[in-house]
């Protein structure tokens, strides 16, 4: 026997919807996680120049 034939069509579209915003709000989550990281990310790059940055300076003055 057929198991959509016993699923009424309001029941399969409610599980389609219910499907399609499960699916957004997992993107949505996804995309939102990855932007905090993107924002770490950022922090520690600027971080690693400044020390670069110094470390130079501190080469530059201890050869004088």
Same mark, same amino acid.
């Given at each position: 026997?057929? =198991?959509?034939?016993?699923? *009424?069509? +309001?029941?399969?579209?409610? @599980?389609?919807?219910?499907? /399609?915003?499960?699916?957004?709000? =997992?993107?949505?989550?996804? *995309?939102? +996680?990855?932007?905090?990281? @993107?924002?770490?990310?950022? /922090?520690?790059?600027i971080h690693t120049y400044q020390v670069s940055t110094n470390l130079?300076?501190?080469?530059?003055?201890?050869?004088?």
């Open positions: 026997m057929n =198991i959509f034939k016993k699923i *009424s069509v +309001k029941t399969i579209n409610a @599980i389609s919807i219910f499907s /399609i915003v499960l699916v957004f709000l =997992i993107v949505g989550f996804v *995309s939102y +996680k990855s932007m905090l990281q @993107i924002d770490v990310d950022e /922090i520690w790059v130079d300076v501190l080469r530059v003055t201890s050869l004088w």
